[in-house]
């Protein structure tokens, strides 16, 4: 303890006033905060909808997503990260939706897209006999493009500022999974995430049936 715990001796009718008070004020944030509550709850269920369909991931590649071009189930140990943080599966990327463009060296983009009902990215759990599992959606902005259209905080969604994401020279490995600056959110809308919904890593999804070693047991 930072010090002695102090003793503060209060009558009965003292206690009752700051427990109305405390139930009164208790009262008034709940009902500020349901409608708040309600229109998130609402928007999660919008974006459900919205994207169930692409439980069927051929119906994914017939709408313009394509396999990451690495192919890889990224783990969390694969970005130096600790083995139990999980992974987030292999990422399906809308190219149109993410701007990207050709250039040499890391991937790169103009793509500002943050519409959840839209996602740019769907991450897929590979299954034992070959299939795959939708499991979440992503949006990715890149940094640059952000800042030019004149925005100067990062994006956000339900209240959750998108995460900010550069390769540290410095390190063994690449925090941006060879991607120039970007923002970037998980989405885990179809895998309960036990870290939290938007946590970029999901300790209850796996990439021990991926075709390749990916770090994770």
């Known amino acids: 303890m930072l010090g002695q715990q102090k003793v503060v001796r209060v009558g009965i009718a ?16 709940n009902t500020e905060t349901a409608p708040a509550e309600e229109a998130n709850a609402a928007a999660v269920e919008q974006v459900r909808t919205a994207t169930q369909r692409f439980a069927d991931v051929n119906v ?15 783990t ?18 809308r190219p149109d939706l993410l701007g990207l463009i050709q250039a040499p060296g ?4 103009t793509g500002t897209h943050a519409d959840f009902s839209q996602p740019a990215v769907l ?22 493009a952000w800042n030019q259209a004149g925005n100067t905080t990062p994006p956000t969604y339900l209240g959750q500022e998108f995460n900010h994401m550069a390769d540290n020279p ?14 970037d959110l998980h989405f885990w809308l179809y895998r309960e995430n ?24």
């Open 14 to 29: 003292a206690i009752l006033a700051i427990a109305g008070a405390c139930s009164g004020a208790q009262d008034s944030a």
């Open 60 to 74: 994914a590649l017939a709408e313009g997503y394509i396999q990451d071009p690495s192919g890889m189930c990224i």
């Open 76 to 93: 969390a140990a694969m970005e130096g990260r600790p083995e139990s943080e999980g992974a987030m599966g292999i990422h399906y990327l």
């Open 106 to 109: 890391r991937v790169n983009g």
């Open 123 to 144: 991450l897929y759990e590979p299954q034992a006999d070959g299939s795959l599992t939708l499991v979440g959606v992503e949006n990715l902005v890149w940094v640059a």
């Open 170 to 183: 410095q390190t063994e490995f690449d925090e941006a999974h060879g991607f120039e600056p970007h923002y």
């Open 194 to 217: 036990p870290t939290g919904r938007f946590t970029p890593f999901n300790p209850a999804v796996t990439c021990a049936h991926a075709a390749h070693k990916t770090g994770q047991a």
